[in-house]
């Protein structure tokens, strides 16, 4: 890790991508839980699911988006949230993609919405990076779960630094 | 360093160790703790969700009357408003929210022009009265603009009905239709005397709310996920760049 060699500041970087990552899955959960009719019609405008399935999906999807943004942003159980976040960001890449190589022209109702537009606002493009970045973001957090202000450090508050601190008093005897 | 010290120096360092192996095995079980009441929560959120959706949609298909109006055949299925219509015409599919800007739009490019189509029985005019905006603006008007409108259709008005309600769409999307401004509307449409009372009474029983919520669904089913949509002869025609002259191309074409 050559950019950043101080741990601190990795903790640091690990702190804002848990805020960006969080902090968007949660906006697009809370748009969406409040209108879980819409939220069922945006999944079925990507025609990929069963019509009964896609209605499962849009009525849970934001009740786990409000979850999973609340413990990234308070830092709890970050991997297992990071990789589920990460696997959400996949299948909307893929629904996405999909959609846009079938040729629909719909909204992503990523944050409500959804359904089908003209042609002309598509914006397919712009989703699908944004999709990306928030993937990255995951994908770090996932790899390196460890971030500043976290409520997983005071959860596990002995386990990785007193530990350490013990054997390193002993090897220095 | 004599044996004595030795001895204690180790004994304190068990101790040491044994305390932060205690620490370690309360700050797991802590953790495991959390992490059960956070799976538990997650998962009876969304499962919550999932069957609160699900019982608001059984609620809202299941209230009001079943009976279908003058037009539809039945559930799912749209108003023709033409029915006279010979076979060898098209038949133009229009699926509108009573709520939507832009399909309130499209009926003051296109409404004139597919009336005098309907009239002269050059298209087989099918209506879809869809509701699903409701949920998007926090209110019931689109559902009970459709009701009305399938009262109208019993009383023979529905495209009478359909551009009164068109004209009047509020400036701002959101703010609705009341129930007077639905009464309103069937006066211009044309529903007077005995024909309005019986309209009034078709509207307050709601006695078409599950066929209108049967468009709905169908709809969706058929893969309508905007409004408006327009399908000459099961085609989705591109709204964007058409023109009332090249609508009566394509219709022109359609015809056999």
Redesign the interface.
Known sequence: MRLLPNPAHRDLLGLLLRLVLGGVVLVAGALKVGHLETSARAVRAYQLLPFDLAGVVGYGLPVLELAIGALLLLGLFTRVSAVVAGLLMVAFIIGIASAWARGLSIDCGCFGNGGTIAASQTQYPQEIARDIGLFACAAWLAVRPRSAVSLDRLLSPAAPARTTSTTSTRSTR | MSKATADRKAAD?RA??EA?TA??RR??T??IV??AV?VV??IV??????L???S??QAATTAGGSALPKGAAAMGAGIVVNPGAPANVPTLDLYEDFQCPVCGEFERIFGVQLKDLVRQNQVKLVSHTLS?LD??L?NDSSNRAANAAACAADAGKFLQYHAAVFQGQPAKEGTGYTDAQLEDFAGKAGITGGAMTTWQTCYKDRTHNQWVESVQTQS??D????TP?VKLNGETL???GLTQASLADKIKAATK
């Open positions: 360092r040491k160790i932060a620490q370690q700050a797991a802590t953790k959390v992490a956070v929560l997650v959120g969304v499962v919550g969700a999932v609160l959706g699900s608001d949609k699903f949920d998007n926090r969706e089913k893969g309508v996920n905007g949509t591109s709204l964007s």
